[in-house]
């Protein structure tokens, strides 16, 4: 079973800043992600905030910094955890393919597109109901498409649709939407609709998506609306198995409690990024990856 100083879970912006930070601290670190790329970021189509790039997509940075951390870590994909178990100062961490024993880990799990949970999501998932923008909406050019969500994720995706050719419709479920001054005026700009006020009610189709019913949440009215397609961006919930099992301390809608260093109620076990809650933008979770590496180490050769 390989030995490291440093195991982080989750290679997106937390979990490869991590990485970086590690490594160039002399610790042996490896990274483990069960996908190819990780965070909801890594959909973004245009990010505009992140310092350095004037504008970039989420995955060619999320491919710029998997490029750096390489030089400093072993990373590896398709890898999920299955289980972590502590014993003494020793931390097992059963994967699907493998056994690792770490002095100390990083959960950087991040988090998943929170669902709606309505008639006609699951039936039609990949066959008219979406979840990335980027992924999806090329197919959809020319067509008619919902965006549901009322925050940054929900602006930059509608807009990214329109600039794709898709005829989008953006749906918030109150009279104002969460997203930044920035996106809003941008919305305003490019003439993109908003239906106020309403929630999905049922998603219908035969083989593909055709219709949306709509509840509108202050007259109580239902309409249909005929659309190709709906695009859902209405938060995230956070990917916590792991750090339960382990019996990491969560807060009450599951994120994991760190102090200011990122350490747990587990000596020796770090969280990073959106796992956290608070502030969801890759450039505080790329902060706290850091600061996690950095607690590691102290703790690791105090």
Not at 62 to 88: F, P, R
Not at 195 to 202: A, F, G, K, R, T
Not at 251 to 278: H, L, M, S, W
Request: some cysteine; hydrophobic content about 40%.
């Amino acid at each position: 079973m390989e030995e490291y100083d440093l195991i982080i879970i989750g290679a997106g912006p937390a979990g490869l800043s991590a990485a970086i930070y590690a490594g160039r601290q002399g610790m042996k670190t490896l990274v483990l992600e069960m996908m190819t790329g990780a965070g909801s970021g890594y959909m973004v189509p245009a990010m505009e905030n992140y310092p350095g790039f004037e504008v970039i997509s989420g995955k060619d940075l999320l491919a710029l910094k998997i490029k750096q951390a390489a030089k400093h870590a072993i990373i590896t994909n398709m890898e999920e955890v299955k289980s972590i178990k502590k014993t003494d100062d020793i931390l097992v961490i059963e994967s699907f393919k493998s056994e690792y024993k770490a002095s100390s880990i990083i959960i950087a799990t991040g988090s998943r597109h929170r669902r709606l949970k309505v008639p006609g999501e699951t039936n039609f998932l990949g066959r008219g109901v979406c979840y990335c923008a980027t992924c999806d909406g090329p197919l959809y050019h020319g067509k008619e498409v919902l965006m549901i969500g009322g925050g940054n994720a929900a602006a930059q995706e509608a807009l990214y649709l329109q600039s794709i050719g898709c005829k989008v419709t953006l749906v918030h479920r109150r009279d104002e939407l969460r997203a930044e001054n920035y996106l809003k005026e941008k919305l305003k700009k490019k003439n993109i609709p908003i239906i106020w006020d309403s929630v999905v009610e049922e998603i219908k189709g035969d083989l593909v998506v055709k219709q949306v019913v709509l509840l509108n949440r202050k007259t109580g009215k239902k309409s249909a609306v005929d659309v190709d397609g709906i695009f859902i961006a209405i938060g995230d919930e956070p990917l916590n198995k792991v750090a339960v099992s382990l019996g990491v301390e969560i807060d009450k809608e599951g994120y994991i409690i760190t102090d200011k260093f990122q350490r747990t109620n587990i000596p020796c076990v770090y969280a990073a990024g959106d796992i956290t809650g608070g502030v969801k933008q890759w450039l505080v979770a790329a902060s706290e990856g850091a600061v996690a590496a950095l607690s590691a180490q102290e703790d690791l050769y105090q």
